[in-house]
C-alpha cells in the first residue's frame, strides 16, 4: 500500500481540547493546541539541546555523521508523525511523545545507563525512562511557577509507558527488570500525585511514537555500522528482508554506487516498515472497534504494531546488530571506558559533595548528597561535559577513540 497522505481525524485519536490536563492548570494558548504547546516546550527545554551531545551508539568524537541522541530522536519525530498522519491520528501528541522519549539518557548511551544503574544498585538502579519523565515533571528549571515542563497527562503518559503497561491488573510490576526491581519511584512517585492509569496501554499516539523508536533504531543502526565498517552490505543478505530489499535495488539500479546503494537501502527499509504498521494497524484497530481514545486503552493490546511477518523482521536485525555493532570489540572497549567515566564521577561527587558545582558555590560543601540527586546530574551531562569533568577531577582521562 502507499501513504497518500493524511486521513480524516479518526474517532479513537487524541483530542486536545479533551485532554486530561496539565498537573498545575494553566489558560489555554490563543494560537496552539495543548499537544502543541507540550512540544514546543519539549524543544526549548536544555534537556533537548544536550541530546546534541550524548551518544546513540558512537561517542561524538568518533566522527559528525554518525547519530548523535538528537539526531535519532528527530528520525524518530519524522517517522513517528508520517505514521500518525495515515492513521488519522494527532500529529503533535505523536510529535510530543517522539521529542521527549530520550531525554533521560545520561552520557554515553546505553553504558552511561549501565554505570548509572550499578551506582543506584541500593537505591532502586536507574532507568531512562523514568529519568526522562523526572526531567519533563521536576528537572527542568524554566518556568516561574512550577518545576518542569507541565506536560499534558496524555504526553506523560506516552513516556512513562513507553513500551507499554507496567503493572497488570492486580498492580503487579510487568517485564523482567520491573518483577526484579519494581516500577522505578520516579514513575509511582509522579503517578500517586496525577494517577498514569500504569496498568493500562497508552494512546494510539504513544504506541505510534515507541514503534516508531525500532523503524529508526533498524535503520539509522544499518547505516551507522556500514559507515563505520563494522560489516558490509554483503553481511546484510543474512537477513531476509534485507536481501529481498538489496535485490530490488540491484534489479533497477545494478550500477549503483555504494553510498547510494546504503541510502537506498535504509530509505526502502523505513519504507517497508511504515507501510507495514498502517495496515496491521488498520487491522488491529478495525478488530477492536474503538469509539474514543479511552477504548484504545483499554483494548487489553497494542493497536499499533508491526505484522507478524515484519515483528520478525525487525527481530531479525536486531539479532544480527547486536552481536556486529552493539557488542563489536571497537564498541565495547569504548563504552567499558565510558562507564568507567561515570562511575568514577559519581564516586567522587558521593565522597566529595563539595566538587558538585551547585555546592562549590553554596555553604556546608561537606553535607552528603542523595545518590540519587547525584545521578540527576550526571544522567544530565552531555558526553563532553562528562568527560570535562572527569578530567578536572582525575589525573587521567580515557580518549574514547
Known amino acids: 500500500m502507499a501513504v497518500s497522505g493524511a486521513r480524516p481525524r479518526a474517532a479513537y485519536a487524541a483530542d486536545p481540547t479533551a485532554s486530561r490536563g496539565r498537573l498545575h492548570a494553566e489558560p489555554p494558548s490563543a494560537t496552539r493546541s495543548d499537544f502543541r504547546r507540550d512540544c514546543d516546550r519539549i524543544i526549548h527545554s536544555a534537556a533537548f539541546r544536550r541530546l546534541a551531545y550524548k551518544t546513540q551508539v558512537f561517542v561524538y568524537r568518533e566522527g559528525d555523521h554518525y547519530r548523535t541522541r538528537l539526531t535519532h530522536t528527530l528520525e524518530v519525530t519524522q517517522i ?42 541500593a537505591d532502586g538502579g536507574f532507568d531512562h525512562n523514568a529519568q526522562t519523565l523526572a526531567v519533563v515533571t521536576r528537572l527542568e528549571h524554566r518556568y516561574a511557577a512550577f518545576d518542569g515542563l507541565n506536560l499534558t497527562w496524555e504526553t506523560l503518559e ?17 517485564g523482567a527488570r520491573a518483577a526484579r526491581r519494581g516500577i522505578p519511584r520516579e514513575i509511582t512517585d509522579y503517578s500517586a500525585r496525577q494517577d498514569l492509569a500504569l496498568a493500562r496501554f497508552p494512546s494510539a499516539e504513544a504506541q ?36 529481498d530489499i538489496l535485490a530490488e535495488i540491484a534489479a533497477g539500479h545494478p550500477d549503483l554506487d555504494g553510498k547510494r546503494k546504503i541510502h537506498e537501502l535504509v530509505r526502502r527499509l523505513i519504507t517497508r516498515m511504515i507501510e507495514d504498521v498502517i495496515a496491521c494497524s488498520d487491522r488491529l484497530i478495525a478488530a477492536c472497534r474503538p469509539a474514543g481514545a479511552d477504548d484504545v486503552r483499554g483494548a487489553g493490546a497494542a ?41 568514577a564521577l559519581f564516586e567522587r561527587y558521593r565522597r566529595d559533595p563539595g566538587e558538585l558545582p551547585w555546592r562549590r558555590r553554596g555553604p556546608a560543601p561537606e553535607t552528603p548528597v542523595p545518590p540519587r540527586e547525584i545521578a540527576d546530574f550526571i544522567a544530565g551531562m552531555t558526553d563532553r561535559y562528562a568527560l570535562s569533568e572527569h578530567a578536572r577531577l582525575f589525573d587521567s582521562t580515557p580518549e574514547l577513540r
Open 80 to 121: 513517528a508523525r508520517s505514521l500518525a498522519r495515515a492513521l488519522g491520528l494527532d500529529e503533535d501528541l505523536a510529535e510530543a511523545c517522539a521529542l521527549a522519549h530520550d531525554l533521560g539518557h545520561p552520557p554515553f548511551g546505553h553504558s552511561g545507563e549501565r554505570a548509572l544503574d550499578a551506582c543506584l544498585e
Open 158 to 174: 506516552g513516556l512513562a509507558k513507553h513500551n507499554g503497561p507496567l503493572v497488570d491488573g492486580a498492580g503487579r510490576p510487568l
Open 208 to 243: 505510534v511514537g515507541a514503534i516508531a523508536d525500532d523503524i529508526a533504531y533498524d535503520a539509522h543502526d544499518i547505516d551507522d555500522g556500514l559507515r563505520a565498517g563494522m560489516f558490509g552490505l554483503e553481511d546484510l543478505r543474512a537477513v531476509p528482508l534485507l536481501r
Open 303 to 343: 493497536v499499533v504494531a508491526f505484522s507478524p511477518a515484519v515483528a520478525a523482521a525487525d527481530r531479525a536485525i536486531k539479532d544480527f546488530l547486536f552481536p556486529r555493532m552493539y557488542r563489536h570489540p571497537r564498541v565495547m572497549r569504548i563504552m567499558g571506558e565510558a562507564e568507567g567515566v561515570v562511575q
